[in-house]
C-alpha cells in the first residue's frame, strides 16, 4: 500500500518518543539502586543498551561515569615516597609530543656543568596540547598521566603552564586510574 | 634487461618491454653488477639544511620510470589492453638534490589497480624542477582530475591539456608551492621535529602568533599580510575570475531552445547540507543545473606538510584527525602502510583487535551517513539522531579501550596501543547480537521504506558503470554502481580472508542505491564483527618495543585499505629517516567529489544536497 512506509516511520517516532518517558519512570522506581544487571544503564541515566528512548544526559545534573582509559590533559605525578616530582627530565615526552608543546629546562651542576636528573623548568602550553596521550604512553618513569578533569572553561587562556601547577599527588592518580596503578606496583615489584 | 621492477608482475613487464622498447626502466637501480651504465653509488646521506634527504640510489623504488613522451600511451596500454583500469593514487614527491643520477627532480607517480583485484603497477615520471610540465591524463582518465589539480597546486607542476588546471586547495595568486621542500610556513622553526629549542635547554616558550609579525599564519605574494598592509583587493578578485570564467564557459548548449538567461549561485562555504565549510558554484537554468564546480580547501591546514615535518609516530593523532568520524581506520591504514615499509610482523590478537575497531568503525559511519542522509533531503535531525545514539554506544566501547571518543591515537606499528579492557568483549557482544540488529533494521525502514525518500532519491543523481571506474570513485559510490570492488577482497590486508563476508553491490547507481548498499554493508560488517569477537584469541598486542624517533628503512610503499567512505591510501617515502621524506594521503572523500558536477547536471537544485549527502563526505578529509 502506497503510504504504508510514511505511517510506519511515524509510528517509530511515536514510539521513540513514549519509550522516553517510560524509561523516565523506570528509572525513577529504579533510583538509589547500583546497576541491576549487566547492561544496564548508569542507574538515573537513561543512556544505555537498553535504553529506547531519548538518550540525553542532562549534563551537569546528570554524569556519565568515565572510563578508566579517558584522558585529557597530562598530569605529573609526586612520588607518595620522596614527595618530588617523578620527572627526570630526560625529554621523551618533549621529543614524542605531536605538537611540541612541552619545554624542559634540564638542570646543570652549577660547577661541572654535568645534567642533573631534574627539571629545572617544565612547560606545557594546553592552549596547543592535543590531549593524544603519548606523553604519558612514552613516559618510562610513570612521571607524566592523562588526568580525567574536564571541566577546564575560563575567561582567559591558560597557555603556559608549569609542571608545578599540573603536579598532582600519586594517590590522585591512584583513585582515578586503579587498574593502571595496580599493573604499575605489580611490575615495580 | 634482466632486473624486474619491484611489486610488479612479471608478465606486466614483459608485455610493457614488448610495446615500449627502451621507453621504461626499473625505476629502483639493479643489483650491482646487473645493470649497464648505472653508477654504483652507495647510499648517502646528506646534512644538508634544505633537504636531509636521501641521495643516489635507493632501494625499494617502484615500479616503472617512464619518459613523460610515453606516459600516456603506456597508461592507455596498461587500462584497454592488461586491464588496469582503476586510476587510484596520482602525486608527487620533490627531490631538491641530485638523486642517483637524476638532477634536481619532481617525480610524479601514478598508482593503477586491476578490477579483478591484486597488487599495483606504480608509474613514475621526472620533470624539472623549473618550469615544470607534464602532459595531462585528464581527458583520458577523469580520475586525475583532482589529483592533477592538487599537484599543480602543491608541488606547482603544469598539467598540459588539463581541462581546468586551477589551484585545489590553496588560493590563486598564493605565492609558492607548499609541497615543495624548500617552501617554509610562517611559523618555520625547524625541518624536522622533534625541535631543539624544547629540550634540554627550554628555549623561551612563545605564542605561536607572537612568532609572526601578522599574527597570523598567512602569507602572501608581493604585499601581504606579512607587512601589515592590507590585502589588494584584486588578489581575491582573481581567485575569482577564473571559477566564474570556467563557471560561464563549462557545458554549453549553444542549441538552447528558449535563451533564457542562466545564473550563478554560490551554495556554501557556510551551508548546512555541506558537512563543514565546502562551496559549491552552481550555474542554474531556472532550477535545473547546468553546471556545478565544488571549490575546497576552506579547511586546509597542509596536513601533508605537517606531516613530513613530523615523526613517523607523531603522525598517529594527526590521522585521527582526517575523516573525524573514523578515527580508527585512518590510522591503520597509517600503521599498516608503515609496516609495509618495516616488515614487522603482528601479533594474532592485534590483528583481530584491528579488524573489530574497524568494523565497528564501518558501522558508526554508515549509519551517520544514511542518519544525515535523512537531515539533508529535509526530514530535520529524527533520522540523524537515532543513528547517533547507536553511535554513543558504539563510541562507549571506543573511549574504554582507547580513551577517546573520537581522537582515539589507538593503533600503531606492530599493533595497537593499549589491550582490551576487562568485560569489554561481553559488551560488545551484546551490542552485536542484540541490540545493533534491531536498531539496524529498525534504522533501515525507518528511511528506506519512507515513500518520501524513495521518491526524492530514485533515479536522482545517477552514475554509470563505466563513468564510475573512470571517476575513480571507491567504497559505497562505486558499489552501489554494481561494480565489485572492495579492497577488503580484492587486496586483503590483516586477516580479512579468514571472515565469511560478501561484497554487496546495487545496480542502480543512484542516490538511493548508495544510501541503501550502506545498511547492505552494515549488515556484513555485523557479520563480521559476530565472527571476530568469538574468535578473539589471547597473546601480545605488540609485536616491538616503539622508540619515539623511530626510524623506517628507506623506500617507499602505497597502502590502501577500505575505510568506510571507500579507498583510504598512504603513499609513504621514507629515506631511512625518522621522519617520512613523502606523506601522502589518498583522501577518499575528495576523490569521490570527481563525478559530482556530472552528477548533479541536468537535475533540480535541491537534488544537489540530496546527491551530496549520498556521497558521503567529510570535510576534514576533503581539505586535509
Known amino acids: ?189 | 634487461m634482466a632486473h624486474l621492477p619491484l611489486d610488479m608482475p612479471v608478465e606486466v613487464w614483459e608485455r610493457l618491454q614488448e610495446h615500449f622498447p627502451g621507453a621504461l626502466r626499473p625505476a629502483e637501480p639493479p643489483e650491482s653488477g646487473e645493470g649497464e651504465g648505472y653508477p654504483q653509488a652507495k647510499p648517502h646521506r646528506m646534512t644538508h639544511a634544505v633537504s636531509r634527504s636521501l641521495l643516489m640510489s635507493r632501494p625499494r623504488y617502484e615500479g616503472v620510470l617512464v619518459h613523460s613522451r610515453h606516459l600516456l600511451p603506456v597508461l592507455q596500454f596498461l587500462r584497454d589492453e592488461l586491464g588496469y583500469v582503476y586510476l587510484s593514487n596520482l602525486t608527487a614527491v620533490d627531490y631538491p638534490e641530485p638523486l642517483e643520477q637524476f638532477p634536481p627532480h619532481i617525480d610524479v607517480v601514478y598508482h593503477l589497480f586491476r578490477l579483478e583485484g591484486g597488487g599495483y603497477v606504480a608509474l613514475h615520471v621526472h620533470t624539472t624542477r623549473d618550469g615544470a610540465i607534464l602532459p595531462s591524463i585528464t581527458p583520458e582518465f577523469p580520475a586525475a582530475n583532482l589529483q592533477e589539480r592538487e599537484v599543480w597546486d602543491m608541488f606547482g607542476v603544469r598539467f598540459e591539456g588539463h581541462p581546468d588546471l586551477r589551484r585545489l586547495l590553496m588560493w590563486e595568486g598564493f605565492d609558492g608551492f607548499p609541497m615543495r621542500k624548500d617552501w617554509r610556513e610562517a611559523y618555520y622553526e625547524q625541518e624536522h621535529k622533534p625541535y631543539r629549542s624544547r629540550f634540554p635547554d627550554g628555549g623561551n616558550p612563545l605564542y605561536a602568533e607572537e612568532r609572526t609579525p601578522s599574527h597570523a599564519n598567512i602569507r602572501q605574494s608581493r604585499q601581504g599580510l606579512l607587512d601589515n598592509s592590507p590585502p589588494m583587493d584584486d588578489e581575491f578578485g582573481e581567485a575569482d575570475r577564473l571559477l566564474y570564467e570556467r563557471m560561464l564557459t563549462a557545458d554549453q548548449d549553444p542549441d538552447k531552445p528558449l535563451k533564457t538567461e542562466e545564473m550563478i549561485l554560490n551554495m556554501g562555504p557556510h551551508h548546512p547540507s555541506t558537512h563543514g565549510v565546502f562551496r559549491m558554484a552552481v550555474r542554474l537554468d531556472g532550477e535545473t543545473v547546468r553546471h556545478l564546480e565544488p571549490v575546497f580547501g576552506y579547511l586546509h591546514r597542509n596536513h601533508e606538510k605537517i606531516g613530513e615535518r613530523n615523526t613517523w609516530l607523531q603522525n598517529i593523532p594527526y590521522t585521527d584527525r582526517l575523516d573525524y568520524l573514523n578515527g580508527m581506520t585512518n590510522s591503520l591504514a597509517y600503521c599498516l602502510a608503515m609496516e609495509k615499509l618495516l616488515g614487522w610482523p603482528i601479533p594474532e590478537r592485534a590483528e583481530y583487535i584491528r579488524i573489530i575497531m574497524s568494523e565497528f568503525s564501518r558501522v558508526v559511519n554508515h549509519m551517520l551517513a544514511a542518519g544525515f542522509f535523512s537531515n539533508e533531503l529535509g526530514l530535520y535531525f529524527t533520522g540523524s539522531l537515532y543513528a547517533l545514539e547507536e553511535r554513543e554506544l558504539i563510541l562507549d566501547l571506543f573511549e574504554a579501550v582507547s580513551g577517546g571518543r573520537m581522537m582515539f591515537n589507538y593503533m600503531r606499528p606492530g599493533g595497537v596501543a593499549a589491550d582490551l579492557p576487562d568485560g569489554w568483549l561481553d559488551q560488545a557482544k551484546r551490542l552485536v547480537h542484540e541490540r545493533l540488529p534491531k536498531k539496524v533494521k529498525e534504522m533501515q525502514s525507518f528511511l528506506l521504506d519512507n515513500e518520501i525518500l524513495q521518491a526524492r532519491s530514485m533515479g536522482v543523481g545517477a552514475l554509470s558503470r563505466a563513468d564510475a571506474i573512470a571517476c575513480g570513485v571507491s567504497g559505497p559510490v562505486l558499489r552501489a554502481c554494481g561494480v565489485p570492488y572492495d579492497v577488503r577482497r580484492a587486496e586483503p590486508y590483516g586477516i580479512y580472508e579468514r571472515f565469511e563476508f560478501d561484497v554487496v553491490t546495487r545496480q542502480a547507481g543512484d542516490v538511493f542505491a548508495r544510501v541503501a548498499l550502506r545498511f547492505d554493508e552494515i549488515w556484513q560488517s555485523l557479520k563480521i564483527l559476530g565472527q571476530a569477537l568469538d574468535q578473539v584469541p589471547a597473546g601480545d598486542i605488540q609485536s616491538h618495543r616503539l622508540s619515539p624517533r623511530m626510524r623506517i628503512p628507506p623506500g617507499e610503499t602505497y597502502g590502501r585499505i577500505e575505510a568506510p567512505k571507500g579507498e583510504l591510501g598512504f603513499y609513504l617515502v621514507s629515506d631511512g629517516g625518522a621522519n617520512p621524506y613523502r606523506y601522502h594521503i589518498r583522501a577518499t572523500s575528495l576523490l569521490n567529489l570527481t563525478p559530482l558536477s556530472q552528477l548533479t547536471r541536468g537535475g533540480k537544485i535541491a537534488d544537489i544536497v540530496a546527491t551530496l549527502g549520498s556521497i558521503d563526505l567529510t570535510m576534514g578529509e576533503v581539505d586535509r
Not at chain 1, 21 to 45: H, N
Not at chain 1, 74 to 86: H, N, S
Open chain 1, 1 to 189: 500500500m502506497y503510504g504504508w512506509g510514511i505511517i510506519k516511520t511515524l509510528w517509530m517516532t511515536l514510539y521513540h518518543f513514549a519509550m522516553t518517558y517510560v524509561e523516565d519512570v523506570r528509572s525513577w522506581l529504579l533510583r538509589g539502586k547500583e546497576g541491576t544487571s549487566e547492561g544496564d544503564s548508569i542507574p538515573g541515566v537513561a543512556r544505555g543498551e537498553r535504553t529506547h528512548g531519548v538518550f540525553t544526559v542532562r549534563y551537569p545534573s546528570e554524569r556519565r561515569e568515565l572510563p578508566e582509559r579517558y584522558r585529557n590533559f597530562p598530569f605529573f605525578v609526586i612520588d607518595a615516597e620522596t614527595e618530588q616530582l617523578r620527572c627526570t627530565a630526560c625529554g621523551i615526552c618533549a621529543q614524542i609530543c605531536p605538537v611540541q608543546c612541552i619545554w624542559i629546562e634540564r638542570a646543570k651542576e652549577p660547577e661541572t656543568g654535568r645534567p642533573r636528573r631534574y627539571p629545572v623548568s617544565y612547560y606545557l602550553d594546553t592552549s596547543q596540547c592535543m590531549t593524544c596521550g603519548f606523553c604519558a604512553e612514552f613516559c618510562p618513569f610513570d612521571a607524566i598521566k592523562m588526568d580525567k578533569d574536564f571541566e577546564l572553561a575560563s575567561y582567559s587562556r591558560p597557555g603556559f603552564v608549569s609542571a608545578k601547577d599540573l603536579a598532582k599527588p600519586e594517590a590522585y592518580h591512584a583513585a582515578i586510574h586503579p587498574t593502571a596503578y595496580a599493573e604499575e606496583a605489580a611490575k615495580k615489584k
